[in-house]
């Protein structure tokens, strides 16, 4: 990289906040998958004047520049190449105090999800933006995803819990975004736009983010089903039940054996079926919506479809039961060479729609495993394909390239999105097409134009 730009980086952020060893330019190059990618550079900014500069001279010296939060991403969305500098956003990472009239909380981009949920949690309030990486996945990364996770069903995806963002155009320019207003219909939406797309138009340095109450009293189910339509009968049931759903989720007992064998975790469940449902709750206040939950179940277990289940009322206990669901990415992680596949296809068609996947899985005659999970309730199911049996990683490839081939049009067969809510990044810009229609990637490319006219802002992501 230019030594002339690596000089005027550091005079912008400091000496030790420039890294240039081989070690650091892979860790900020790569993501959560492992997409091989290796950085230039690697620069730290402090605050939204750093950002401001150390994009202004990319645009003075040509530099392509990736943004990053906690490099938990699942799409290669900070995947980089040794031209490119990673501007990792994460020593941004001041809280402001709780609002708690207006019920919001402005924050720095590099403040990890569950720093801020810790935060508001002393105010009784919560971001309801729940996922099982919230640990490291900082709120930057979490807006440019439009993160979506476990509580979808109750509270949607990222973008409706923002009220204002700070961002800084490639130009050095900042931007404030809405202010923190509940109503502005003052024309195009430039917030909105902002989220979801993946650090490919700005910088996101600060937003002001919408809180709710948490749930007063929750309760976790989790049952052990025979097959998907049994699965299919219990979600029908949950949905015209006499309370406030908050997750409803699914996994494999492959994922579950997966779990137990490499994080330690148990399963009380005696009696294990093919599939899994864990779902969440809300307990009123008053003790006959307590009777009327109590009442659902017991019909639901009188009519047969499940075959074995449990209560979990304590915070301990549902912490248990949902570290099983919680822990299926990081042990499949721990165990070789993952594929990932995110969808979304309508509710009512997403077990007719796994079936048939698992149906072309089956046919493919691969020594690779299938495990699936996901966001049932969202219609939204994760197909992960581990290389368990040490394939060459050539070879674990090649077939998963050609199960992918008839993936996606099954997908289109389904209307269905090739990315639920991980994005696009490079992995999944080759099936865009699937998704989006050739009106609407012009108009992502006049757009694109717009914000970055040299291509210099996380080039090669989303589109070409
Ligand atoms: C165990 C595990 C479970 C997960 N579960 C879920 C889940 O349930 N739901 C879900 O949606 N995702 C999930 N993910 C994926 C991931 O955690 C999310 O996509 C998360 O929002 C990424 O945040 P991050 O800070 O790690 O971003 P990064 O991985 O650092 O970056 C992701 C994208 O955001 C851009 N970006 C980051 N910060 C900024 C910024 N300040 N300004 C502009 N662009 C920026 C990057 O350029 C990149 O395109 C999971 C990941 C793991 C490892």
New binding site residues.
């Given amino acids: 990289m230019n030594p002339e730009f690596i000089e005027k980086l550091k005079q912008t952020v400091g000496a030790s906040y420039v890294l240039t060893a081989e070690e650091d330019r892979l860790q900020y190059g790569r993501?959560?998958t492992r997409t091989p990618g290796i950085a230039g550079a690697v620069v730290l900014p402090k605050t939204t004047q750093e950002v401001s500069a150390v994009l202004n001279l990319c645009t003075e010296f040509k530099i392509p520049v990736?943004?990053?939060?906690?490099?938990?991403?699942?799409?290669g969305?900070?995947t980089a190449t040794e031209r490119d500098l990673a501007?990792?956003?994460s020593r941004?990472n001041r809280i402001d105090p709780v609002d708690t009239l207006g019920r919001t909380v402005r924050v720095q981009?590099?403040v990890?999800?569950q720093a801020l949920h810790e935060h508001c949690e002393k105010e009784g309030l919560t971001w309801p933006?729940?996922?099982?990486?919230?640990g490291?996945?900082?709120?930057?990364?979490?807006?440019?995803?439009?993160?979506?996770?476990?509580r979808?069903i109750r509270y949607g995806?990222?973008r409706r819990w923002v009220s204002a963002i700070q961002?800084v155009l490639i130009s050095g320019e900042v931007i404030e975004l809405n202010q923190g207003l509940e109503k502005n219909n003052t024309g195009y939406d430039l917030l909105q736009l902002?989220i979801g797309?993946?650090?490919?138009?700005?910088?996101?340095?600060e937003a002001t983010l919408k809180l709710c109450p948490p749930p007063i009293h929750s309760r976790a189910f989790l049952f052990s089903l025979r097959d998907y339509e049994s699965l299919n009968y219990v979600y029908q049931k949950v949905r015209s039940a006499p309370f406030i759903l908050t997750s409803f989720e699914f996994f494999s007992d492959k994922c579950l054996r997966q779990v137990e064998a490499k994080l330690g975790r148990n399963c009380k469940l005696e009696k294990r079926g093919a599939l899994f449902a864990l779902i969440d709750v809300e307990v009123g206040p008053y003790p006959q919506e307590k009777d009327k939950m109590d009442q659902w179940l017991s019909d639901l277990l009188d009519a047969g479809k499940i075959e074995d289940g449990l209560v979990a009322d304590s915070s301990n206990d549902q912490s248990e039961v949902w570290a099983l669901r919680?822990g299926?990415?990081?042990s499949l992680?721990m165990s070789g060479l993952v594929r990932k596949y995110?969808l979304c296809v309508p509710v009512k068609r997403c077990a007719d729609f796994l079936k048939e996947a698992e149906a072309l899985y089956s046919n493919l005659k691969t020594k690779s495993e299938l495990f699936v999970f996901?966001?049932y309730g969202d219609g939204s199911p994760h197909l992960n394909f581990l290389n368990s049996e040490g394939l060459s990683p050539e070879i674990f490839h090649s077939e998963i390239n050609q199960f992918e081939k008839e993936l996606y049009p099954l997908l289109k067969k389904f209307h269905g999105s090739v990315s639920?809510?991980?994005?696009v990044?490079i992995l999944k810009k080759n099936w865009v097409v699937y998704s989006r229609s050739p009106a609407e990637l012009s108009l992502y490319r006049a757009i694109k134009k717009a914000f970055d006219p040299n291509g210099l802002l996380?080039p090669g992501?989303i589109i070409d």
């Fill in positions: 993501d959560w990736i943004p990053s939060g906690g490099r938990t991403g699942l799409a969305a900070i501007l990792n956003l941004l981009a590099g990890t999800t933006i729940d996922l099982a990486a919230k490291t996945s900082e709120i930057g990364g979490n807006l440019s995803t439009n993160a979506g996770g476990v979808v995806m990222a961002a902002l797309s993946e650090g490919t138009l700005a910088v996101i340095t919680e299926i990415t990081e992680q995110d996901g966001h639920a809510e991980h994005g990044g996380n992501k």
